[in-house]
């Protein structure tokens, strides 16, 4: 027989004096009668449970000193409501069940306990550890959700509390609460009542609160599913969308982050507009959703989209979701900069319509913001890159030319050449001029590795092919973006055609977007493959531009905080 359990507060039974026999009306037309507080609620959840398959087997009866230890007297027998408990409930039932079927009841002791305190708290603690312990074993004992039954009736004020601490702590351990009554005599009768809405009231509140802090729909999910899709069905749309945009942040599933946040933002806006909405729990959401609109970045975003990854990032640093922020951060920021710039210049550097995406890319504007805007940038910048560039230029264009005037051609390029780049010209020259013949083949004399192809035309196709070993000292990429971040950064490069509050904005979110990149990297690396390279530019960043890439949260959110605040004006503390 599996476990399940009926779980309620034991008051005291009233003498003989006291007797009188009532009706509890449960459901209009159900009737169970008793004379003690626990009597009609036991009975209701002895057959509730009957009913539903899970017949009660185990009874956790909180238990006060005077019902456990008083003696009193009900028709001629004497013992405690505890013992008058037993009698009228437990023994009745296991006389019919089998052995291995047999009701227990365990019971949870409320204001005594060994070494005992005055303080409510370390009542409340006593009480705690022994539901919790019972809850343990069976737990871990069960291969099946343990159904359990709650009378909400009986107890002290604090016990009602205690009693709804308890609940939501059953809530968390994952059990199947089936059922929660409240019994009440008015007088001529009793009324046995389901409370369930208001655990469910609880569950909106928590699951919307869950929600808009943490971006989880976890809770209002559970709740969607206890409410049943044929209630209620406007705030079912509304729980839909919601647990539709949680889950595409969970999963960082950026292909689907628009369509998901537009069918939430229409689905809040379609929701809001209803002047009347029926079912307790849609009300309750209609008054929430002020909370929701102000706490998460909603806005009417439909012809930009973009404009909605700066405030989506920070509500995700906000949250506590670091790795969804930094994934929106380098993948969509760059279309976020690309539109709002919408600089000629800017676009001639990033040069879209010249990328070819491969699998690996996620969009033209990521792979024309942190690889073409920086190439560019340090290639037309940097001397070395412009030397590059002409050496192998001029080495293409004088392939077919006679011996004379490919010297000719290099002797005009080494007068014009940067002084420290003169001697790679003037090298080549003489390899020419030592090697070849006028009619551009090797000649019969020893020569270095380098100039071994038989004719001119090859040398220099060579010289084309690998100008990066004749310019030594190549710099990485790290050290390339860093240099056009110096470059976009300097008063004395005119980049942007005179705009240069554009350009130091630009130079800002390029130093921002590299230093989050590197962050990812080093925060989705499983391996300290690149640590090396990692650790230098981390240095660099932090001297250069008092910048820290740090992998605990807290430098995470100051990294991203920074980042986004050129585009956002907050004044919220990141020292939270």
Known sequence: MKNSIMLFFLGLYKGEQNIKEGEYIYKEDIVYKGIQTADAPTRCLFECSENDGNPINKIFCIVSKDVYTRQIQIANKTGTSYEFFIREHVEAINQSRKDNEKVEIIPI?????????????????????????????????????????????????????????IIRYLQFIDVDLKKIIYSKWSGKNGQIYDIDYIYNMYELINGVSEFVNTGNAWQLKKLYEKIGADREPKIHNLIDAINDFSETLSLCALLKLESSYNKLIATIAAFDKEEKVDGLYSQMFKTMLSIIKDKMPIADYNKKQYLMYPKLIWWCVENGMMQQALTIYTEKMPIYYLNVWNDKEINNLVDLNSIELTEADSSKEVKGFYGNLYDNVYKKYDDKEVFKSELKAISESNKKMPKFKVLDNFRKF???????YRQVVDKIIEDIDKYYGNDGRLKGVEQPEYTAAKNLTKYLNDLSNCVNKVVKGSS???????????????????????????QKQVAYAMKYYLAVKVLRNLVNHASDKNSDKDTDIKNVM???????????????????????????????????
């Open 109 to 165: 002791y409320y204001d005594f306990k060994p070494e005992s305190s005055e303080k409510i708290d370390d009542y409340a603690l006593y009480i705690y550890q022994q539901i919790s312990n019972e809850f343990s074993k069976l737990i871990f004992s069960s291969k099946e959700k343990i159904p359990v039954y709650i009378d909400y009736t009986s107890g002290f004020r604090d016990v009602s509390f205690l009693m709804t601490s």
């Open 414 to 420: 080494s007068r014009k050449c940067n002084v420290k």
């Open 476 to 502: 990485t990429t790290y050290e390339k973006k860093l240099k056009a971040i110096e470059i976009m950064l300097s008063d004395d490069n005119d980049i942007l055609a005179g705009k240069k509050d554009k």
């Open 542 to 576: 932090q001297q250069k531009y008092d910048i820290e890439i740090g992998t605990n949260v807290n430098s995470i959110r100051k990294l991203l905080y920074d980042a986004l605040k050129q585009e956002l004006e907050v004044k919220e503390s990141t020292e939270k």
